[in-house]
């Protein structure tokens, strides 16, 4: 399996403003995603980052909102923009290794909008 | 879009008693059903996936069984132990995971 990393691994931030989130990898992968986990709840899917492209984001999720990166097969980041309390959430990205669907977590951005 | 129930939302066991969570899902092209575990303040681990040409599949003291024509599939732990506490949540995928809402298991010593 990959050593996935995450920056930062938690944040305070100020209604309004921008947090951009960082997601490492040791290995090159293809497919990278990004959930957002809600305190108590479950795993939503963000978006597929795809490397060269624009990424293909879930129904309501949009780009002018959560705007990722994806420059090579090792990195990816996720912007939340514009934040409100409600944003306040676990941000993961997870990578899938062999192509064949299995998918692994970084270990999470616990984020806090005041 | 795919689906996903997932039973009981909390399930209290007696050490070294089994537990069982089962999961319905929607979408019949969906061929690939794992399941993670996650502890408070970590990420969720893969712990045993199974696919669709495939009706059980074991790992030590948990299973997994699919039920393709019912749209079903469940995880069983035997033998649980207090380290087996944790929230599990179950997902189906054709390309992209669908999680189920998570069940809390307590194991009680």
């Known amino acids: 399996s990959a050593v996935i990393s995450q920056k930062p691994s938690r944040d305070i931030c100020q209604r309004g403003t921008s947090l951009t989130i960082q997601c490492q990898v040791d290995?090159?992968?293809?497919?990278m995603f990004w959930y957002r986990q809600q305190p108590g709840q479950s795993l939503t899917l963000i978006a597929t980052?795809?490397?060269?492209?624009?990424?293909?984001?879930e129904s309501g999720f949009v780009i002018d909102k959560f705007p990722i990166s994806r420059p090579n097969l090792t990195f990816s980041t996720l912007t939340v923009s514009n934040m409100s309390p409600e944003d306040s959430s676990i941000y993961l990205c997870?990578?899938?290794?062999?192509?064949?669907?299995?998918?692994?977590f970084g270990p999470g951005t616990r984020l806090t909008v005041l | 879009g795919e689906n996903v129930e997932q039973h009981p939302s909390t399930l209290s066991v007696q050490e070294g008693d089994s537990a069982v969570i089962k999961c319905t899902y929607s979408?019949?092209?969906?061929?690939?059903f794992p399941w993670y575990k996650q502890e408070l303040g970590k990420r969720p681990q893969l712990i045993i996936d199974?696919?669709?040409?495939?009706g059980e599949k074991k790992d030590q003291r948990i299973a997994v069984t699919l039920n393709k024509t019912a749209k079903h599939f469940s995880l069983h732990i035997t033998e649980t132990q207090p380290e087996d506490s944790a929230v599990y949540f179950c997902?189906?995928?054709?390309?992209?995971?669908?999680f189920g809402a998570g069940t809390t298991v307590t194991v009680r010593a």
């Open positions: 997870s990578v899938e290794i062999g192509g064949y669907n299995e998918q692994f």
């Open positions: 290995s090159q992968v293809t497919m």
């Open positions: 980052a795809n490397q060269g492209s624009e990424a293909t984001y």
């Open positions: 979408d019949s092209a969906s061929n690939y």
């Open positions: 199974i696919r669709s040409n495939v």
């Open positions: 997902a189906a995928s054709d390309y992209k995971l669908s």
